[in-house]
């Protein structure tokens, strides 16, 4: 029953703050007025539910504003899902999980959820929320063949077994499996969302199995799809953000019809959260989200075009972001950024070369590969001695953090690489000094990326000079995203650099899913992934002894049922991780330049900045956000 009271607690807790601070009276946003007068809108009571989400903001804002943000292209409309960050379950900054869209939950042991919604909450378009969304979505989509032919997501299958799932009531239903699911309340919150319901009501009309016959035909022909569930799937996908008819729960809305150069977001007036005040957020009327070069959003943040900008930023871009602070009326942060890794080095134990495969599952020829770089001077001449040197694992905000892990083979020793290398019989080399492979081959790592970001030049740069001294020739090749990343599901890449494991901030609850064969998008070892993630159907069984270990560990975490096994499940995981060496971390942490326009209020000063868990911005509620009318405004407490 721990599982049960750890989370009845946590709801509790949330609930109880709720209701201290719950405002006596609701009050009307006056930018509404008009469109309440003319009966196009109900007046605030009727259109937030009977409990709403009350939350505390630093500052208590005012209504009104156009939010201006940069994005690259259109579907880019899916980071303000991403931002606006409304989830059946949400992280908060602390990265406790709270019940967001959700009045609470009961959970039994991990194995029986029920889900308890808000009475009264209401889609964008005013219709109802209720259990019916949820039965839709899981047995008229995602158990139709023709709407999903992959079937359930992973989330929700616990060793290939369906959840059993029940309607309760109009506001509550209940999902259950026989083992423990640890991941089904997690994937909920994520940046990218478990949804679990869709909007019942507005879907109907494009699924045979409601709609006349006919009028569906119709459409199809209309839209020029193949069939109807193509018409069904191109108008529910509220991830991908890109139907403007298509209800939401999220605070803004969008209202343009792509394509476009400039998407705006209306505020939904039905959102389910409101202030201390009995303010119903968000605050900000409107996001303007304008499409430019990714290549120039730098230029144009520096220009004064936007009002909160990160995203398409790097931290090389900060000197000149800086220069034009006060010219502009903006602020520039520095956030920390919380993957494991900001960038690491992925042999790749799968390549389809025998000689270079043979040599890369070697744990002693990828130790000298880590012990040949010297992060410091990458630290130095890159980041300005501001990142955090060492491997791909935790942080040190972790709970779980120990220095051990990030130190491990990560100290720049020439010597023991050379040696290591000796060890293996690579010995012998040619006329420029480069070891020779057994087959006499010159030793040349060409490290393939996907071409969208000169920083990655850069630190190969250092790299290359360092490997050089123990006989290693480097090449860099940049490429297309989708092209890189088949050429390493193919085999056919011996090294990648990228980004390293997106948690670098994980506690002992949080599935240690990142650190053993998943997923075929794990880029030291894909086939090993595919095969664990197509249940042998396609990739390649594991072949090395701590890659077992690492998956035998991670079954051992989804049977721990304590905090305290958990945690101790993690330890040895990362033990395994650090010695192994499955990939080469360089530098972390690498700050993050965020600008922030001197009129927009409750942004922290500090933050991190990352995708899962903190959807970017989404973890620090921008619901939440709003404009003073002046630099040095007081917020309205009144």
Do not use: C
Not at 29 to 43: K, Q
Not at 458 to 475: N, Q
């Amino acid at each position: 029953m721990r599982g049960l009271l750890a989370v009845l607690l946590l709801v509790l807790l949330a609930g109880a703050a709720t209701a201290a601070d719950r405002p006596d009276r609701y009050i009307e946003n006056p930018n509404l007025v008009v469109e309440i007068a003319r009966g196009a809108l109900p007046p605030i009571e009727e259109r937030l539910p009977e409990h709403p989400l009350v939350v505390s903001p630093p500052e208590l804002g005012r209504y009104g504003g156009e939010l201006r943000i940069l994005m690259a292209g259109a579907k880019d409309t899916r980071l303000m899902v991403v931002y606006g960050y409304a989830r059946l379950m949400r992280w908060t900054p602390e990265l406790e999980l709270v019940p967001d869209i959700l009045e609470s939950v009961e959970n039994e042991d991990d194995r029986v959820f029920t889900l308890h919604l808000r009475k009264g909450h209401k889609w964008s378009d005013g219709h109802p929320f209720t259990s019916e969304d949820f039965r839709y979505w899981l047995e008229d989509i995602r158990l139709n063949e023709k709407l999903s032919p992959g079937g359930l997501p992973q989330a929700l299958l616990v060793d290939g077994e369906r959840p059993k799932f029940e309607v309760l009531s109009e506001t509550a239903v209940r999902y259950s499996w026989s083992k423990p699911n640890r991941l089904f309340l997690q994937a909920t919150a994520g940046p990218s969302p478990l949804y679990l319901y869709a909007p019942a009501h507005y879907l109907k009309r494009f699924h045979a199995k409601y709609a006349d016959p006919a009028s569906l035909d119709e459409m199809v022909k209309r839209a020029g799809q193949r069939n109807w569930a193509a018409l069904h799937n191109k108008h529910d996908n509220q991830y991908r953000n890109d139907n403007p008819d298509l209800p939401t729960l999220e605070p803004w809305m969008l209202a343009t019809r792509p394509p476009s150069e400039r998407f705006i977001f209306e505020r939904n007036p039905f959102f389910h959260r409101v202030d201390t005040a009995g303010r119903q957020l968000p605050y900000i009327d409107r996001v303007a989200m304008s499409i430019a070069d990714n290549k120039i959003i730098p230029l144009k943040t520096g220009s004064g075009e936007s009002d909160l900008q990160a995203r398409y930023l790097r931290f090389d871009n900060y000197t000149f972001l800086k220069e034009a602070e006060e010219r502009n009326d903006y602020t520039v942060r520095l956030w920390r950024q919380a993957t494991g890794a900001h960038l690491a080095l992925f042999p790749n134990l799968n390549v389809s070369d025998p000689v270079w495969r043979e040599l890369m599952r070697d744990v002693r020829f990828r130790r000298a590969l880590s012990l040949a770089i010297n992060r410091h001077e990458i630290n130095q001449a890159i980041y300005y001695g501001l990142a955090i040197p060492g491997q791909n694992t935790l942080l040190p905000g972790s709970p779980l953090y120990r220095p051990e892990y990030r130190d491990a083979w990560a100290k720049f020793d020439l010597a023991t690489a050379n040696r290591l290398l000796d060890e293996l019989g690579l010995s012998k080399r040619n006329h420029e000094g480069i070891r020779l492979l057994p087959d006499g081959r010159p030793m040349q790592i060409i490290v393939e990326n996907s071409g969208e970001a000169t920083e990655h030049s850069d630190v190969l740069e250092l790299v290359r000079d360092t490997w050089r001294a123990a006989g290693i020739k480097l090449f860099a090749k940049p490429s297309q995203r989708e092209v890189f990343r088949n050429r390493i599901f193919a085999g056919e890449t011996l090294m990648s650099i990228d980004k390293g494991i997106e948690n670098g901030l994980a506690t002992a609850d949080m599935a240690p899913l990142e650190f053993a064969p998943t997923t075929q998008q794990q880029l030291m070892w894909p086939k090993w992934g595919q095969y664990i993630e197509t249940r042998g159907k396609a990739g390649e069984p594991i072949a090395l002894d701590g890659a077992r270990r690492l998956r035998e560990l991670l079954g051992d975490w989804f049977e721990a049922d304590t905090r305290e096994a958990r945690a101790a499940v993690w330890q040895k995981m990362l033990k395994v991780w650090g010695e192994e060496v499955y990939s080469i971390g360089l530098v972390a942490g690498v700050l993050q330049p965020v600008v922030v326009s001197n009129r927009l209020r409750n942004v922290p000063v500090e933050g991190i900045y990352n995708w899962d868990p903190g959807a970017h911005f989404g973890i620090y509620s921008p619901d939440t956000f709003w404009f003073a009318s002046g630099a040095g405004t007081e917020s309205a407490r009144k």
